[in-house]
């Protein structure tokens, strides 16, 4: 059930131009940024992100894929194993600052699992997290750099993301199981 409107197409296009923007300052331009989007709904945030930044400084940002299911009954039941499926990244990371791109940040599970999965392709120098909603509930140690909206929820509900690429409109709103 669609219950509140967070972010319509608009805002999540400026969300994610200001994104864009910290991400150049954060790290003094754009020399060896690699964007990483967590499937399915990271991907398509990460490509906005390197065509956003790449109209801003003229440069092409590479982009990976990391893919990572979760074994869980339901988004409100907290414990659950994510599991790497597949790793997409050209380039050789070594030395490279990874921005890894996700829609929602929750337990931090997800992104913990992600930084396994990085570390284990190579030695990065940094590694970056955006995320367009941080929903809260964290379990783990885990924070972003970039965060579109900061979305308090009760447990009970859940964020909706709908982007263009994959569904119908770009918005974003609070649901309830
Ligand atoms: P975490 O691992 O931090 O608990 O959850 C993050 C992962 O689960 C992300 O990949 C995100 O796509 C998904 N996720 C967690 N909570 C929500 C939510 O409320 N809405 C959506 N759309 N995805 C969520
Ligand atoms: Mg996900």
């Known amino acids: 059930i669609e219950k509140t409107v967070v972010m319509d197409g608009k805002a999540i296009e ?7 923007h910290e991400i150049i300052e954060k790290n003094k331009g754009t020399k060896d940024v690699i964007i990483v ?8 945030l990460a490509e906005r992100l390197s065509s956003i930044i790449e109209n801003i400084e003229g440069v092409h940002i590479p982009i990976g894929v990391l893919d990572i299911t ?3 009954d339901d988004l409100a039941h907290m414990s659950y194993q994510p599991l790497i499926q597949e790793t997409h990244i050209d380039e050789d990371i070594t030395n490279k600052t990874l921005v890894l791109v996700d829609d929602v940040l929750y337990t931090g599970r997800t992104i913990r699992a992600a930084l396994d999965a990085l570390i284990d392709l190579g030695r990065p120098k940094k590694i ?3 995320v367009l909603i941080d929903r809260g509930h964290r379990e783990l140690p885990i924070r972003a750099d970039y965060v579109g909206k900061n979305v308090p929820t009760a447990t009970k ?5 709908k982007l263009t690429d994959t569904d119908d409109c770009d918005k974003v709103f609070i649901g309830e199981y």
């Open 14 to 20: 400026r969300a994610l131009t200001r994104i864009a």
């Open 37 to 44: 989007g967590i499937r399915k709904r990271g991907v398509p």
């Open 70 to 72: 979760l074994y869980r």
């Open 128 to 130: 970056q997290l955006a």
């Open 157 to 161: 509900e859940a964020i909706a993301v």
